[in-house]
């Protein structure tokens, strides 16, 4: 390994062919070179790459770097002469402590290990219905909009209390204003009719509260334009994250054989797979920090005001953490991925996001015992890497009638 400082000249964003599941080839050199990189970000500000899980890990802990939206500068996207305005209330990912947790603190009781494993048999139900329908239409079938988005869609519409009859076209505005393709028109039109229901939605759940997380917030003392907030923190972070594993994960698996026999061979292993999905896949693929002070960090000292982008998925294939990081090993040994983060903004929904994928991944092996795509693996259609979550548009699979 050079000792020298790397330069990364621009973001990297471009997977190798043949290679769906594995970082750009410009992250994994970096992550050669050193964990910590130099990367000049748009409008000739200084950044830095950070690739090193150890790092990666320590600056997500350390109350000196910062989450909020107007200190960020971005590599790709020139915000010279502009006055970028805080984050919207209850959009708690983009704040620092204590505005943070004013808002996660109420919901924290809401999505325990044990409250998430009570929901286990209605995520239970929701994909079995899915999967009958799967069944009844017969192959072959786009698993993406047959199964991995209605579940999480399905199960986060529960949780918030959305109404049977909105689902639809709220899961349709979502769907454009999370896939990475859609016109800036229609991108400001769906994420401002998300909004607008989200407003009326609160408003609804105060004249007439239901049994849902939504419903339990309005004891606190979050106002209604908080409360939407909140509401799309949680819709965008229990629905894209979750379909495009159960999606992406699935391409991985019938990708790999010998790992997919395992698993069907193990039901028990279905905790740890998921465990190593997220390893592996890191669909969530990067952070954004912006320091508050000068900190060094891996030697390199990281000036106040300057943004460092967090590379999670060569974290979570780092070598010094990981033995064979670019293998998927469902029976691996060493844990503590990253792909949820860490430290105070750690995924408020994993536990959810765990009971939703090991169950469905379960049952949808068991109900289609001889599972495979459709089309030839590189005619698969993957999402452009441009897209904030990593995963799949379409997956098209078969079996035996």
């Known amino acids: 390994?050079?000792?020298?400082?790397?330069?990364?000249?621009?973001?990297?964003?471009?997977?190798?062919?043949?290679?769906?599941?594995?970082?750009?080839?410009?992250?994994?050199?970096?992550?050669?070179?050193?964990?910590?990189?130099?990367?000049?970000?748009?409008?000739?500000?200084?950044?830095?790459?950070?690739?090193?899980?150890?790092?990666?890990?320590?600056?997500?802990?350390?109350?000196r770097f910062s989450s909020r939206k107007e200190l960020m500068r971005?590599?790709?996207?020139?915000?010279?002469?502009?006055?970028?305005?805080?984050?919207?209330?209850?959009?708690?990912?983009?704040?620092?402590?204590?505005?943070?947790?004013r808002y996660r603190k109420p919901l924290v009781g809401k999505f325990t290990v044990r409250r998430m494993r009570l929901l286990t048999e209605r995520v239970e139900q929701i994909t079995a219905e899915h999967l009958d329908a799967m069944e009844k239409a017969g192959p072959p079938v786009n698993l993406v909009t047959a199964f991995a988005k209605p579940i999480p869609a399905v199960v986060i519409c529960e949780l918030l209390g959305v109404p049977y009859e909105d689902r639809g076209s709220f899961q349709e505005h979502i769907d454009k204003f999370m896939d990475g393709?859609?016109?800036?028109?229609?991108?400001?039109?769906?994420?401002?009719?998300?909004q607008q229901y989200l407003a009326e939605l609160v408003v609804a759940k105060r004249a007439d509260p239901t049994d849902d997380v939504l419903s339990d917030l309005l004891d606190s003392d979050l106002t209604d334009e908080e409360l939407k907030g909140v509401a799309l923190?949680?819709?965008?972070?229990?629905?894209?994250?979750?379909?495009?594993?159960?999606?992406?994960?699935?391409?991985?698996?019938?990708?790999?054989?010998?790992q997919l026999a395992a698993l069907r061979a193990d039901p028990g292993l279905a905790e740890r797979a998921v465990e190593e999905l997220m390893r592996y896949l890191t669909v969530a693929k990067t952070a954004f920090r912006t320091a508050l002070e000068d900190v060094e960090v891996g030697g390199q000292t990281i000036k106040a005001g300057t943004t460092v982008m967090l590379s999670y998925n060569t974290a979570n294939r780092d070598p010094e953490h990981f033995t064979d990081p670019h293998l998927l090993d469902l029976r691996r040994q060493d844990g503590g991925h990253l792909a949820f983060g860490h430290g105070i903004h750690q995924c408020l929904g994993q536990q959810l996001a765990r009971v939703e994928m090991r169950v469905a991944f379960t049952a949808l092996l068991n109900r289609f015992p001889t599972l495979r795509l459709a089309v030839p693996a590189e005619e698969v259609a993957l999402r452009p890497e441009t897209a904030d979550i990593y995963g799949m548009k379409s997956l098209p699979v078969t079996w035996d009638v």
């Not at 020139?78 to 947790?101: C, K, N, R, Y």
């Not at 393709?181 to 998300?194: G, H, M, N």
């Not at 965008?236 to 010998?258: C, E, I, K, S």
Request: some cysteine; aromatic content about 8%.
């Open 74 to 101: 971005h590599p790709t996207f020139d915000v010279t002469g502009m006055e970028i305005p805080p984050a919207p209330p209850g959009e708690f990912l983009l704040m620092d402590d204590p505005q943070h947790s």
């Open 233 to 258: 923190i949680l819709l965008a972070a229990g629905f894209d994250t979750t379909a495009n594993m159960l999606a992406l994960g699935t391409f991985a698996l019938l990708r790999n054989p010998a």
């Open 1 to 63: 390994m050079s000792e020298s400082l790397h330069t990364v000249t621009t973001m990297p964003t471009t997977r190798q062919p043949g290679c769906p599941f594995d970082p750009p080839k410009e992250l994994i050199e970096a992550r050669e070179h050193g964990p910590i990189s130099r990367m000049p970000f748009a409008g000739g500000y200084e950044g830095w790459l950070i690739t090193g899980y150890d790092l990666v890990r320590s600056v997500l802990a350390d109350p």
């Open 181 to 194: 393709e859609t016109s800036d028109e229609d991108l400001i039109a769906a994420y401002t009719a998300v």
